[in-house]
C-alpha cells in the first residue's frame, strides 16, 4: 500500500506478474475465499485471522493496481500468443484453486485497463483477438465492472447526458468490431 499513490506504481511487480502466472494465481488465492472443498497452499496460510485479514486486504489492492497487460513487449505491443498462454495459465490455475470464478473477474478487470487500440475502439487488437478465443462471460463482466470502476467518483448531469453519450460510444463501437470480433462486440454492446 505504500506504492499506492505514489507516481512511479509497482513496474517492477506488474512486470513479473505479467510474467508469472502463478504470482496473479497467488494475489487471487490469498484475496478471495476458495469455493468448494480442498485445501490451500501452506504458504497461502496466516498465522491468525487479523494477519489474513491484512493479507488479503493487500492482495485486493495489488489485484486492483495492476495496470500491465501480460505480453506487452518494451515497445508496448502485446503480444497475443503470450497474452492467451498467460491467461490459459491463471485460468487453469484458479480453477485448481477453487477460484475460477473470481479468477476470471480478476483477469477480466486486468484486460480492461489496456486502453484504446489505434483504431480509437477499446480495448486494444490484441485483447480482442484473445477474448474471441477463451473469452467467457465472467472475463467480460470483469472487463465491464473493472471500465467502470475506472471512471471513479463521478456527477451525472440532470436528464443522464453523459450515460447517453457512452452509450451511443460504445454502440458505435460494436458495431465497428462486430465482424471481426464477436465476442468484443457484445461485450461492446
Given amino acids: 500500500s505504500a506504492f499506492q499513490h505514489g507516481q512511479r506504481g509497482i513496474p517492477n511487480l506488474e512486470r ?46 495489488l489485484l486492483h493496481n495492476i495496470k500491465r497487460i501480460p505480453g506487452t513487449g518494451e515497445d508496448g505491443s502485446v503480444d497475443v500468443t503470450k ?36 483504431d480509437g475502439i477499446w480495448p486494444i487488437p490484441a ?21 467502470y470502476n475506472q471512471r471513479g467518483a463521478h456527477w451525472r448531469d440532470v436528464g443522464g447526458r453523459q450515460e447517453r453519450d457512452l452509450a451511443t460510444k460504445y454502440r458505435g463501437w460494436s458495431t465497428q468490431v462486430t465482424l471481426e470480433w464477436p465476442f468484443a462486440s457484445r461485450l461492446l454492446r
Fill in 16 to 61: 513479473q506478474i505479467a510474467e508469472t502466472p502463478a504470482l496473479f494465481v497467488q494475489a487471487v488465492g490469498l484475496a478471495y475465499k476458495r469455493k468448494g472443498g480442498g485445501e490451500d497452499p501452506p504458504e497461502w496460510g496466516a498465522a491468525n485471522e487479523e494477519a489474513r485479514g491484512n493479507i488479503a486486504s493487500q492482495a485486493y489492492r
Fill in 83 to 118: 497474452l492467451k498462454t498467460w491467461i490459459t495459465d491463471v485460468r487453469g490455475q484458479c480453477k485448481s484453486c477453487g477460484r475460477e470464478d473470481v479468477g476470471d473477474s480478476a483477469i477480466g478487470e486486468l484486460l480492461s485497463k489496456s486502453g484504446a487500440g489505434e
Fill in 127 to 147: 485483447i480482442r483477438d484473445v477474448l474471441e478465443e477463451v473469452g467467457n462471460q465472467t472475463i467480460a463482466d470483469g472487463m465491464s465492472v473493472g471500465l
